[in-house]
């Protein structure tokens, strides 16, 4: 059974790749349909917009420019850590060298 669904609606994670920081946000699920349209999450410190990286996201240390660099290149190319909570999202490249194979496999371009 899906962790998730069944522990109620967890908080999504939002990021911001200007200023490398993340931030837990109200889930959709606590939302109706109007107030999901209004929803804007902007970053608290940049207050650029940020996005949904799902509930596996586990942000990098915000020194850490390579890590940022990765996420955010696979973010681009429409790779986050959305899952049901089961087994997590699935393998995610831990360097920059491995990106290319990665996005290769999953028929992504570079």
């Known amino acids: ?7 109620g609606p967890y908080k999504d994670i939002f990021a911001c790749f ?3 920081k993340s931030f837990k946000q109200t889930s959709t699920a606590d939302l109706n349909p109007e107030q999901i349209s209004k929803l804007n999450y902007k970053c608290p410190q940049c207050h650029e917009p940020m996005v949904n990286m799902g509930h596996d996201f586990k942000a990098p240390k915000q020194i850490d420019k390579n890590q940022w660099r990765k ?11 959305h ?3 089961c087994d997590g999202p699935g393998y995610r490249p831990t ?3 491995e990106v ?3 996005l290769a496999i999953h028929n992504k371009t570079v």
Request: glycine letters at 10%; hydrophobic letters at 35%; charged letters at 20%.
């Open 1 to 7: 059974m899906c962790r998730y669904a069944i522990y």
């Open 18 to 20: 200007g200023c490398r």
């Open 95 to 97: 360097s920059m060298r």
């Open 83 to 85: 899952s049901c909570g």
């Open 100 to 102: 290319q194979d990665f």
């Open 71 to 81: 996420v955010k290149l696979l973010y681009d190319h429409g790779i986050a850590y």
